[in-house]
C-alpha cells in the first residue's frame, strides 16, 4: 500500500520567502507528527496531531512556523520569512492511533535549501 | 538536560561480522528504546522496540539489548551484509506522552565486502 508521501522533495528558496511542505500520511492514521533532521544529526520533533487538532506543538522553534491538518488527513507545514538556518529535511511521520507507542511510518522528507 | 546520544563516528566493518552500534542515555530513564534504520535521501524506518523490562529482544540477524544500570542500549546485526549498510537511530518517547519522539545523532555503519 500506499505509505507517506511528502511534496515537494527538495524546495530553493531565497531568504525571506515563505514556503509550504505538504504532508500525505498513511490513508487511516489518526496521528501525524512533523520532524527536522540537519545534516548528520537525528530527527527534531516539530508537532504532532491527533485528528486535526494540533496535540503538542512543543517542537515548533518559533512563531515563524506553523502547521494545519484542516480534515484530518494531509497537513501542510508553513514556514514564514524563512532564514538560512531554516535549511533542514522535514520528515513527516504518521500513526495509527496515537498518541503512545504506535509504529511511525516516515514519508521521504523534503529538503528545504534557504539561500 | 535529558539526553540520548550515540556514537556519531561512523562504524566500518567486514561483510560476515558482527557490527554493535551502542546508544547512551543520561538523566532519564526511558520505559521504551526503539532503533530506526536511515537510508540516505528517505525517512527512518522502525527495526525494533525494546522495553525497559526486557532485557533482550531479537528480530532475525537484529539483537537489541537494554541495561538499566549501565543506561545503555546495544543494536546488534550478525552475519553482517553489504546491504545493511546505512544510519541507525535510537529514540525514546519525550514525556509527554503524545508519542513524539526523541532520536539519538545516529551512528553510520558500513559493511565491506
Known amino acids: 500500500g500506499a505509505g507517506v508521501s511528502q511534496t515537494p522533495s527538495n524546495k530553493v528558496t531565497e531568504k525571506g520567502k515563505y514556503v509550504e511542505l505538504r504532508c500525505d500520511p498513511i490513508?487511516?492514521?489518526?496521528?501525524l507528527y512533523w520532524y527536522r533532521q540537519s545534516l548528520g544529526q537525528g530527527p527534531e520533533f516539530l508537532i504532532y496531531?491527533?485528528?486535526?487538532?494540533?496535540?503538542?506543538d512543543s517542537g515548533l522553534p518559533n512563531d515563524r512556523f506553523f502547521a494545519v491538518r484542516p480534515e484530518g488527513s494531509v497537513s501542510t507545514l508553513k514556514i514564514q520569512r524563512t532564514e538560512r538556518g531554516d535549511s533542514a529535511v522535514y520528515l513527516c511521520?504518521?500513526?495509527?492511533?496515537?498518541?503512545?507507542?504506535?509504529?511511525?511510518?516516515f514519508g521521504p522528507g523534503t529538503r528545504l535549501t534557504v539561500l | 538536560s535529558q539526553k540520548i546520544e550515540q556514537n556519531s563516528e561512523a562504524l566500518n566493518i567486514q561483510e560476515g561480522k558482527t557490527a554493535t552500534l551502542t546508544c547512551n542515555y543520561t538523566n532519564y530513564s526511558p520505559a521504551y528504546l526503539q532503533w530506526y534504520r536511515q537510508d540516505p535521501g528517505r525517512g527512518p524506518v522502525f527495526l525494533l522496540l525494546?522495553?525497559?523490562?526486557?532485557k533482550e529482544k531479537r528480530k532475525e540477524r537484529l539483537k537489541v539489548t537494554f541495561d538499566t544500570t549501565l543506561k545503555q542500549s546495544l543494536f546488534h546485526i550478525t552475519a553482517s551484509q553489504p546491504a545493511d549498510s546505512a544510519t541507525y537511530l535510537c529514540a525514546r518517547f519525550g514525556s509527554s506522552n503524545t508519542g513524539k519522539l526523541i532520536f539519538g545523532q545516529g551512528t553510520t555503519l558500513q559493511v565491506k565486502p
Open positions: 490513508s487511516g492514521h489518526t496521528a
Open positions: 525494546i522495553r525497559e523490562n526486557e
Open positions: 496531531f491527533q485528528g486535526t487538532g494540533a496535540a503538542d
Open positions: 511521520a504518521s500513526s495509527f492511533e496515537g498518541p503512545g507507542f504506535d509504529t511511525q511510518y
